[in-house]
């Protein structure tokens, strides 16, 4: 264990004496003591040190050797490291060459609440600025699509259709056929009471085409593919692909965003269908299977239920809410910093800024639909 | 072929820089910058870490916009050119990033031939003829499909220049070379800047704070003072080392030696 003693020499030298083993295995050591010993020696001109029976030591003595010679300095008393092993001395000697730096500590300081309401607005602004700057960029891309001149690589553009439409049939599938069986069964457990079951099929059918099957496919994609955009492009960011791009001469807004918008606003309506599909197909589950319906009736009453409208009303919210994911997921990977913490919160960013988007859409999309009388 | 011609008045001079002022934000990094850099120069700017040294180059090549001042290319006003002028300017550069930058999802022939696609008429068969070329200048004969992470960092470093110098610049730019290469690979990358030089004719500028490299290729170049905020002197390296007075520079170029001595 560490062990520290004093004794006073002259009236006016404090001699330290360290012994034992000082290692930050051994437990914290505090200067404490010594620093009340040199408070209750107020004629103390001069530190001195034995350190004949110090055994192994580490980092843990070197912070209370510089702990005592800050001290030291500030009383103005004089420090005498002749006593102390030459490796440590050295080491104090490096730590203390580079005096510290004027204005490199950080001062904790805590904003006013007006400042930092001030400083949120200002964020905020400049926020929605560099959004409207990319939607403004997207849009003249857009131009230069249908003009024929924007540039990218078509083998980029197959591979994303690929990656937004094929691999994300899986997740799909599972999670679309599961709404469907929810919703049976909660329509079943109230349409029993009447007698009503049959009516299943309508809700599960009516509800999956116009609303469900477009706005979980819509999220599925914004956690799948929004948040696999922003990582991507957040790490091209990183490693200067594209400011490899931008110098080269292409734009990253046509080269990298308007492919990915493209496969999603493809696949999106794709994905729609088919997620209607496994979602009165989950319906369909239940009512054959707990609620003893026949399949056939199960169809025709679905097909009686469901007209094209809703199904079409579905398909077209869809492929605006593919726009909204793969926006979301583009702008946030292009505004992500420098770093890979930077990567993840654009990643994260993404996800939630396309399901906040998705949200807002389906709202504004249900009072049109409601005032169109759709 | 070559990049863009610089006809201008001045002697040969292939960028001029005047006032220049670089800032993030209300943050100045540098003020009152004035150089030129002449065709056939190995021009180096140097300077400590955190000097500014990247951002000037982001500046040159158009990544970032000046605070302040002008960059020219010839007698091209870079700074106010318009989208089609800029291209044109930008496609008779070349950039070699840090970490070599080269797209990911492309193999190394195709991070080259995208560049020939888009600016030459060549046919797919005559693109991937000169990317192999490309990568044998810098040593990578054979790798045309590997991909960017099945490779080394050096080999990632050496590629990325093949892909500067797949439209044949008249000016290539090099952000910190040697930067995680051997001693060896860098004095490689060195020769083969000095090669390019001589047999092209190509304009090099390098950001360095390698000595060895300094000394070995620069023709001509600048040191960027922290403290001060500006350039504090201009010339071939080895004159300022011979005739420098200003401690600062005498400190770097001899890796603090005079400041013990």
């Known amino acids: 264990m560490n062990q520290v003693s004093f004794e006073r020499v002259d009236n006016d030298i404090l001699l330290i004496r360290f012994a034992g083993r000082w290692q930050l295995s051994g437990g914290a050591a505090s200067s404490g003591a010594i620093e009340r010993e040199m408070q209750a020696f107020p004629s103390l001109a001069r530190v001195a040190f034995d350190a004949r029976d110090l055994g192994d030591w580490d980092s843990s003595i070197l912070t209370v050797l510089a702990r005592v010679s800050d001290l030291c300095r500030q009383r103005h008393v004089a420090l005498d490291p002749d006593g102390l092993p030459a490796g440590i001395h050295r080491l104090l000697d490096l730590a203390e060459a580079v005096p510290e730096r004027v204005g490199a500590r950080k001062a904790v300081r805590k904003a006013p609440v007006l400042e930092r309401i001030g400083t949120g607005a200002i964020g905020v602004a400049d926020s929605v600025t560099a959004m409207l700057d990319f939607l403004g960029h997207m849009t003249v891309t857009f131009v230069r699509l249908f003009g024929m001149k924007a540039r990218y690589r078509a083998s980029d553009l197959w591979l994303l259709i690929q990656q937004c439409g094929a691999q994300a049939l899986p997740i799909v599938t599972l999670v679309t056929f599961l709404v469907g069986v929810i919703l049976a069964f909660v329509g079943a457990v109230q349409l029993k009471q009447f007698g009503a079951q049959i009516y299943v099929a309508n809700l599960v059918g009516i509800a999956m085409t116009r609303e469900m099957g477009a706005m979980m496919t819509a999220i599925l994609m914004a956690g799948r593919t929004g948040a696999a955009f922003a990582a991507q492009l957040g790490t091209m960011k990183v490693t200067q692909e594209i400011d490899a791009l931008t110098t080269a001469g292409f734009s990253p807004m046509e080269f990298l965003v308007l492919p990915r918008v493209i496969a999603l606003v493809l696949m999106m309506p794709l994905l729609c269908l088919y997620a209607d599909f496994m979602g009165i197909a989950g319906g369909a589950a239940i009512g054959v299977g707990t609620l003893h319906l026949s399949w056939t009736t199960y169809v025709q009453q679905t097909a009686d239920a469901v007209t094209l409208t809703d199904t079409a009303g579905g398909v077209f919210k869809s492929s605006v809410y593919g726009v909204l994911v793969a926006l979301a997921g583009c702008l946030r990977g292009l505004q992500s910093g420098n770093s890979s913490a930077a990567v993840g919160d654009a990643a994260t960013s993404a996800v939630v800024t396309g399901i906040v988007a998705i949200i807002v859409a389906c709202g504004i999309f249900s009072v049109v639909f409601y005032v169109l009388g759709i | ?261």
């Open chain 2, 1 to 261: 072929m070559s990049g863009l011609d610089p006809v201008g008045n001045s002697a040969k001079a292939y960028i001029t820089v005047r006032d220049l002022t670089m800032a993030y934000g209300s943050f100045v990094i540098m003020r009152d910058m004035a150089f030129t850099i002449n065709q056939g120069d190995v021009f180096i700017i140097m300077g400590g870490s955190g000097s500014g040294k990247s951002t000037l180059l982001r500046h040159l090549i158009g990544l970032n916009q000046p605070a302040r001042g002008e960059i020219f290319y010839g007698n091209q006003d870079f700074t106010r050119a318009d989208a089609i002028q800029r291209e044109q300017i930008l496609r008779g550069t070349g950039v070699l990033f840090q970490s070599g930058a080269l797209w990911s999802p492309m193999t190394l022939a195709e991070n080259i031939g995208l560049l020939l696609e888009e600016y030459t008429d060549l046919s797919p068969a005559e693109i991937r003829e000169v990317a192999a070329l490309k990568l044998a200048l810098v040593g990578l004969k054979g790798f045309e499909d590997y991909y960017p992470s099945q490779i080394s960092g050096g080999m990632q470093k050496r590629a990325g220049l093949a892909r500067a110098m797949a439209l044949d610049p008249g000016i290539l730019f090099f952000d910190e070379p040697s930067s995680g290469l051997d001693p060896i690979s860098a004095r490689l990358l060195d020769e083969l800047i000095l090669d390019l030089r001589d047999s092209l004719g190509t304009t090099v500028v390098v950001v360095t704070h390698d000595l060895a490299s300094i000394f070995t290729i620069g023709t001509n170049s600048i040191f960027l003072d922290a403290d001060r905020k500006t350039i504090s002197a201009q010339g071939p390296p080895k004159e300022l080392l011979a005739h420098t007075q200003d401690p600062q520079l005498r400190s770097f170029l001899t890796r603090g030696g005079m400041e013990h001595s």
